[in-house]
């Protein structure tokens, strides 16, 4: 669990960060100076559905799909930020209608290919540190909740998958190559739009941000494939420095709160919270109580 919340911390401050640059008047040159936004700064459905995600490996050990929709529709505020499809799923699931009924019917049957179900797994990866494949079938378990599209749920299992690499070379103490980050999420997924996303990704390692970004795509689609590969791209490139990590989804524009949540959470789980900028942990809105914990 320390490393699940490891992992939730830079969540969350990723997500309270980059949600500070919707706000008029925030500047990412004053950032990259070392002028931080005024705090404090509050978090957003990243967060809030990532909490429950911890809540309930915490209790279980494992994801229990139920377990995690009754936690989602309890915690659910809908000024977070959340999109109109979660908030549609949610709401059915709240006033009593089966996640399972609820998560299939989102987009004409499709089910949603959103960027959601990738916004709040990496604590599972950080949790099942031991098993890159565990992490990927908790991942899985976690995104039908609300996303069943393939590419929604390829998008979880390569953060996932990806967080839980960095809990490894955490414990090994050996930072790994970008390439062997993305080496074992594409083992853990199949053809698909997110697959051929990483292996661009693999293929632009050291790349600049901007043409990475611009290629990979940078969130503003707000879909799995338009968001995991980039994410996936720094974290591998800047897993050992939590502050440029973030500093490269803000500058690469975007779904920033929500890259800056995904790679935040992968990132922290190999530097731990210490590795987040102190000023920068303290000025993000404390953490919901049902969260709490020894190691919260």
Wanted: aromatic content about 8%.
């Amino acid at each position: 669990m320390e490393l699940c919340f490891d992992s939730l911390h830079g969540l969350s401050v990723g997500d309270a960060m980059g949600a500070q640059f919707f706000v008029p008047g925030t500047s990412f040159p004053d950032l990259v100076a070392g002028r931080a936004p005024d705090s404090p700064w509050p978090w957003t459905d990243d967060t809030e559905m990532a909490c429950s995600v911890v809540t309930v490996l915490g209790v279980n050990g494992a994801i229990d799909q139920d377990d995690l929709a009754a936690a989602f529709a309890e915690h659910f505020e809908p000024y977070r930020g959340y999109g109109g499809g979660a908030v549609q799923i949610l709401r059915q699931i709240r006033n009593g209608t089966g996640w399972r009924e609820a998560s299939r019917a989102a987009f004409g049957g499709q089910g949603s290919m959103g960027n959601g179900a990738a916004m709040r797994v990496a604590p599972i990866g950080a949790f099942h540190a031991e098993s890159p494949t565990t992490a990927a079938l908790d991942a899985v378990r976690s995104a039908e909740v609300t996303h069943v599209h393939p590419e929604a749920v390829l998008g979880a299992v390569g953060v996932a998958v990806a967080a839980a690499s960095a809990g490894q070379a955490r414990h090994n103490g050996v930072r790994p190559a970008p390439s062997a980050i993305l080496d074992a999420v594409l083992d853990h997924l199949v053809d698909s739009r997110v697959k051929a996303g990483v292996e661009a990704a693999q293929r632009l390692l050291g790349a600049t941000v901007a043409e990475a970004a611009y290629l990979l795509g940078n969130g503003s689609q707000v879909l799995a494939q338009d968001t995991v590969p980039f994410t996936l791209w720094v974290a591998a490139t800047y897993l050992d420095d939590y502050r440029s990590a973030i500093l490269a989804c803000i500058g690469a524009g975007g779904d920033v709160d929500t890259t800056a949540a995904i790679v935040g959470g992968v990132v922290a789980t190999y530097t731990g919270r210490d590795g987040i900028p102190l000023d920068w942990r303290t000025s993000r809105e404390p953490l919901p109580d049902f969260v709490t914990s020894p190691f919260a």
